[in-house]
């Protein structure tokens, strides 16, 4: 496990900073770009990595950031049902430019702007938790009540 931290891996380091949790990215030798291979590398089930998605709200062409759990994938009418907001795909392009991180790395914290955060439900069932830190293999330990602090997310059953 590499010490020094790129870039974008030290831009999430510095926003967990501010908090009197003691969140701590590591960056590893392995990729943790998607929830398999974050699982794979650190040795936990695939449903305790919170998979940071960004969508584009369809009315308003704004960001909408749904994390859910690894072994989940979204459905978009429960996230319609429960929100209101229509969500349409987001492209790499998109994802850079409005959240300020690549797909593959995309952290639940320090974007580039507050944007809409929807969380599945599915992640309070586990103890602890991997999300993305700002690259595709850089990740920080959580608990789901962290989520409330860091994010001020709506928790849904999102699951497809």
């Not at 790499?92 to 639940?108: H, L, N, T």
Request: net charge positive.
């Amino acid at each position: 496990m590499s010490t020094t931290l790129k870039g974008s891996a030290q831009r999430v380091q510095d926003y967990l900073a501010q908090f009197d949790i003691a969140f701590v990215v590591k960056q590893l030798p392995y990729s943790t770009r998607t929830a398999f291979d974050a699982s794979q590398a650190l040795g936990c089930d695939i449903a305790q990595i919170a998979k940071s998605l960004i969508f584009k709200n369809r009315d308003s062409g704004e960001p909408v950031l749904v994390v859910t759990s690894g072994k989940h994938a979204v459905c978009k009418d429960k996230v319609f049902a429960a929100t209101g907001i229509e969500l349409d795909k987001a492209d790499a392009k998109f994802v850079k430019e409005k959240i300020g991180y690549a797909i593959g790395g995309v952290p639940p914290v320090a974007l580039n702007k507050q944007v809409i955060t929807i969380l599945d439900n599915e992640l309070k069932n586990y103890d602890v938790i991997w999300a993305a830190a700002g690259t595709p293999n850089a990740v920080f330990e959580l608990k789901a009540c962290n989520f409330n602090l860091l994010t001020q997310g709506v928790w849904i059953e999102l699951a497809k």
